[in-house]
Every structure is written in structure tokens, then in C-alpha cells.
């Protein structure tokens, strides 16, 4: 994987977050009020997440921006 790629790392975070919680991928895209296509496809790192769709993600989870972001390097 191109950890180069931010979509790529920002995917990752993403599973391991709805992974950590025991979600699948339709649960968690409900959750943050988006389709499970377009969940999966930024999920895997073909889409790029807007700042409206990452502010909807960290209410979702409770958790802040910054920790959203925090493992990109």
C-alpha cells in the first residue's frame, strides 16, 4: 500500500475505526449518513472524504478532527 497516498491512510484509519467498533461497512456509512458505496470507496482510498463528510464522521464517533487525522503522515 502507497502509505504516500492520503486517501489511502485516511481509509485505513477509517477501518480500523468501524473495525474497532464492530461495524460493518453499511452500519458505519448509516452512521455518518453517506451510502456503503461511497463509504467503501473512500474507505479503500478511491474517493477523497470532503470536510463536510470529516466533520460529519467526528460527531458521529465523538471524535475530534485532529483525532481523525492524527496517524497521517
Do not use: P
Not at 452500519?27 to 472524504?49: D, N, Q, T
Amino acid at each position: 500500500m502507497a502509505w504516500n497516498n492520503i486517501n489511502l491512510q485516511f481509509g485505513e484509519i477509517l477501518r480500523k475505526l468501524r473495525e474497532g467498533r464492530h461495524m460493518t461497512q453499511e452500519e458505519f456509512a448509516g452512521l455518518c449518513g453517506i451510502s456503503r458505496a461511497y463509504y467503501r470507496r473512500i474507505e479503500r482510498g478511491e474517493h477523497s472524504a470532503t470536510l463536510e463528510l470529516c466533520q460529519r464522521i467526528s460527531e458521529a464517533t465523538g471524535l475530534s478532527f485532529s483525532e481523525l487525522f492524527a496517524d497521517i503522515v
